[in-house]
């Protein structure tokens, strides 16, 4: 399944032509899902695909997927991290253009201001892309470093944004805390940008005791083959 208002007409003709061709079932999904407990356009859109995904699979098992089951599903979901709020602070996982599109749409339907926008990326993602996503929805932004070891340092990847009130900050608890002063009582601080960065802060938060094994990119050269031991 695919949902049809996201895409191109000429993307959606080439896919139902691979459909065709490899003699695979397609389906289109024109209408979002309403009541999952995911915030977001982009969530509910998801949630649509997922939830015609599992009846499709019901349906060939000769099976019904049950109305109550999955109003129970979607009331109850839960996804770390993807636009999640922890003690007044935004979490999201976006660390690409497209993602960076989906958390705007999102901040803008949103009313707390001012919006302070805290950063790290990782080497290799499209920083530029990104910033010209997501960066007018903040009116502070703090460029840090996650424990990646492929993180940015954050003085680089503040030099591949712009912003009228940018600022460096590269220990992630202190520009979490410098971000909070920033926002104050009536503001929101958003962490995006690197799954590794909303890990690290958002265990910081609610107090979790960090995995003693170090969190680590398995390709850091951006090689499928093993690291070298040199």
Do not use: Y
């Not at 356009?41 to 699979?57: C, D, G, K, M, S």
């Not at 958390?103 to 339907?109: I, N, P, T, W």
């Amino acid at each position: 399944p695919f949902f049809l208002p996201r895409l191109s007409q000429d993307i959606t003709a080439e896919i139902e032509a691979v459909a065709a061709l490899a003699s695979a079932p397609l389906s289109i999904v024109g209408t979002p899902v309403h009541g999952s407990a995911l915030p977001g356009a982009h969530q509910q859109n998801n949630a649509a695909l997922a939830l015609e995904l599992a009846r499709f699979v019901m349906g060939s098992q000769g099976r019904v997927l049950p109305l109550a089951a999955v109003d129970e599903g979607l009331a109850r979901v839960f996804w770390p991290g993807r636009l999640e709020l922890v003690q007044g602070v935004l979490f999201d996982c976006a660390h690409n253009v497209q993602g960076a599109q989906a958390l705007a749409a999102a901040l803008a339907a949103s009313r707390p201001r001012p919006r302070v926008l805290v950063l790290s990326m990782v080497a290799g993602k499209d920083v530029a892309g990104f910033a010209a996503a997501v960066l007018p929805q903040a009116e502070h932004v703090i460029a840090t470093q996650c424990s990646s070891d492929r993180a940015l340092p954050a003085a680089t990847l503040a030099g591949a944004m712009a912003h009228p009130a940018l600022q460096v900050v590269p220990d992630p608890l202190d520009a979490l805390a410098h971000a909070q002063t920033l926002a104050g009582p009536h503001g929101q601080v958003v962490v995006a940008g690197s799954v590794f960065l909303v890990g690290q802060l958002r265990a910081h938060l609610l107090g979790h005791t960090p995995d003693p094994v170090v969190t680590s990119d398995p390709m850091p050269t951006g090689n499928f083959g093993p690291k070298s031991q040199k």
